[in-house]
């Protein structure tokens, strides 16, 4: 364990609140912009009702505004246009652009002041213990580059926290293909269970995991403890209760969530061949001499190499063995190495994971663990951090979601009928439950824009969602139909023209063609293409306030963990860089057993 350290300083829950209280105050004049559907924007005339300005002008203030530096951290809101300015007290349109724009960047995450650095966090957690990562390490070549950004920065923090914490145990939540479990035990050493409730779709991990295995055998694995000099204990065989489905070392599960794209079915890792193998067995006959500690920041160099590989994976062979001592050791971690070459890498496991879910029954050698997960999808993260603060085996958290469209919120459509007792996704902490907040699913769905990639010029697609909501107005006033229960789907790629476009999208959604000919669809087009920037204004409008929306839900979880007796220390991180991984953003949490601070 690292020498102890104490944890950066996080806002309280006061400050908290008054964070919120500042955010509710804007959201409660802007929500309606971010509630808008761009399917209903002209048959609801959503501009007129909403925005009292051209659309020229607010295109042009969102440009300059976006050029304009970022506010101070430390910006208090006295700075700021009052909310009356940004919108109408009678009409509740907005006003003024530039004053919206620049409260919308005051509440998001990072200029909030909210989030702990994720390098003062390691530093603070590795103490002066040396990491053992490699910070030349290539992009994994099992992964795209998004996943391997996602897979080295986030498994660098848990293998960290684990450290912290004095856990060998993972479980990934989640787990999907097992990206990360895979590389949290390799690189590692870890312990890690992979659960995912979706058991299709597995082939690509089949064939990584076959590849794996395949040149496994040139190498035995050692973990992390054992470069450190800890005792080396390698997982047993892993026993799965009745009624979870393990699918052991050839096949791992895809998680059953939006965005991420997959590896294909011919995706694996590279075959190396043994000329490769050999040079770096010559480069080891000069370091076979050295100390331990010096021969395995040798072999930390080495993982360039092999980038799919743990530290101190290179089997030397006998004839370079020099020292008996040496040899007892290295032959009895080829003993251990041959047990774990027929077990897995890492256990994943086929099960549905809520708040509710005992981890006994799914695990039955659980023990003092670290809880992750990398891109939860809606209500799984929040069922994370309720499963962490609930079980007393969960020591410690790390969980990014994703999906916000997806999250169960209470106080939404509140006429069902609906279960007292049940665990919502949103809102989770007690200030915004008083408030009876509720967003909304387009709301959500809006909080999943991405305003970095945006202003990187990965701009919207608005052509496409121009067609969507003019073909709208066509079914709406021939077809009698104000809302489609259909989705129309990926038409437009597929079209050359907005004709082809409504062709094609009356025929999915079962409705008689005959109905519009040629000459009114294309009237439709003319009469709407002036008003095209309308909607391409709006829809920028509602990029800006994205992250308000994802603040407000950053914010509720983090509350929540505040207001747990059993949680020492809680953050927000921002782990990945926003344009690579527009959900970028952590929710830490460590128990009292963990905090040495």
């Known amino acids: 364990m690292a020498a102890a350290c104490p944890l950066p300083r996080t806002p309280d829950l006061p ?55 970022e506010p101070r951290e430390a910006e208090t809101g006295s700075g700021f246009t009052e909310l009356p300015k940004i919108f109408c007290e009678t009409s509740q349109k907005l006003l003024s652009v530039e004053a919206f724009a620049r409260t919308a960047k005051h509440y998001s995450v990072q200029n909030l002041g909210l989030c702990t650095p994720s390098e003062q966090l ?54 999907g293909k097992g990206y990360l479990s895979s590389f949290l035990s390799l690189k590692y050493g870890l312990n890690v269970y992979g659960i995912d409730s979706s058991n299709t779709n597995t082939h690509g991990a089949k064939e990584r995991n076959r590849k794996l295995k395949k040149h496994w055998s040139l190498y035995h694995p050692h973990s992390r403890a054992d470069a450190n000099g800890w005792a080396s204990e390698r997982p047993r065989e892993l026993k799965v ?44 006959k000069n370091v076979l001499a050295q100390p331990a500690e010096e021969e395995n920041l040798y072999f930390e160099d080495a993982f360039s190499l092999i980038d799919f590989l743990p530290v101190d994976a290179i089997e030397p062979t006998s004839s370079q063995v020099q020292n008996t001592e040496k ?31 005992q981890l006994h029954d799914i695990i039955e050698d659980l023990e003092d663990c670290l809880m992750v997960g990398l891109h939860t ?26 999906c ?45 824009l991405a305003l970095q990639r945006v202003a990187v010029g990965q701009g919207l697609p608005t052509e496409s969602l121009f067609y969507r909501a003019v073909l709208q107005n066509i079914i709406k006033d021939y ?7 259909q989705h129309v789907g990926k038409i437009y790629s597929k079209c050359s023209s907005f004709l082809e476009y409504v062709r094609m999208s009356l025929k999915k959604l ?35 306030l994205a992250p308000c929306i994802e603040t407000l839900i950053l914010l509720d979880r983090l509350c929540y963990l505040k207001e747990q007796d059993g949680v020492a220390w809680s953050a927000l991180v921002k782990l990945f860089d926003p344009v690579q991984s527009p959900r970028c953003y952590a929710v830490i949490a460590l128990k009292k057993q963990c905090d040495r601070g």
């Not at 969530?257 to 770096?280: C, E, H, K, Q, Y």
């Not at 109905?515 to 509602?542: C, G, H, Q, T, W």
């Open 15 to 69: 400050t908290l609140h008054d964070k919120l209280q500042g955010l509710l105050s804007f959201l409660r004049g802007a929500l309606a912009i971010s509630s808008a559907h761009t399917v209903d924007f002209y048959t609801k005339s959503v501009w007129q009702e909403l925005v009292d300005l051209p659309p020229e002008s607010v295109l042009a203030a969102l440009r300059e505004s976006a050029v304009e530096a």
């Open 122 to 175: 390691l530093t603070a957690l590795q103490g002066n213990k040396r990491q053992r990562v490699d910070e030349n390490v290539k992009a994994i070549e099992f992964m795209n580059t998004k996943k391997s950004h996602e897979v080295q920065a986030m498994s660098e923090l848990i293998c960290s926290i684990a450290d912290y914490c004095g856990l060998k145990q993972i479980i990934d939540v989640g787990s």
């Open 241 to 284: 209760p009745k009624g979870v489905e393990c699918k052991g070392d050839a096949e791992s599960v895809q998680r059953s969530r939006l965005g991420n794209p997959d590896l294909s079915a011919t995706d694996g890792l590279p075959d190396f061949s043994g000329s490769a193998i050999s040079v770096i067995r010559k480069q080891q």
């Open 327 to 357: 040899s007892g050791l290295r032959k009895e971690r080829r003993n251990t190495a041959s047990k774990a070459r027929d077990s897995s890498i890492y256990s994943p496991l086929t099960s549905f994971i809520t708040a509710d879910s």
């Open 377 to 402: 999808c809606g209500d799984l993260a929040p069922s994370t951090l309720r499963i962490f603060t609930s079980k007393a085996e969960v020591k410690a958290v790390c969980s990014v979601g994703c």
């Open 404 to 448: 916000y469209h997806l999250l169960s919120e209470e106080f939404e459509n509140q006429h069902k009928d609906r279960c007292a007792n049940e665990n919502w996704g949103f809102p989770m902490c007690h200030y915004l439950k008083e408030e009876r907040w509720c967003c909304g699913r387009n709301a959500r769905m809006s909080a999943c």
């Open 479 to 485: 077809y009698g139909i104000s809302k489609c229960e």
């Open 510 to 544: 079962g409705l008689d063609e005959s109905k519009v000919s040629e000459e009114i669809i294309m009237d439709y087009y003319e009469n709407y293409k002036p008003r095209m920037n309308e909607l391409e204004a709006f829809n920028m409008l509602k990029v800006v």
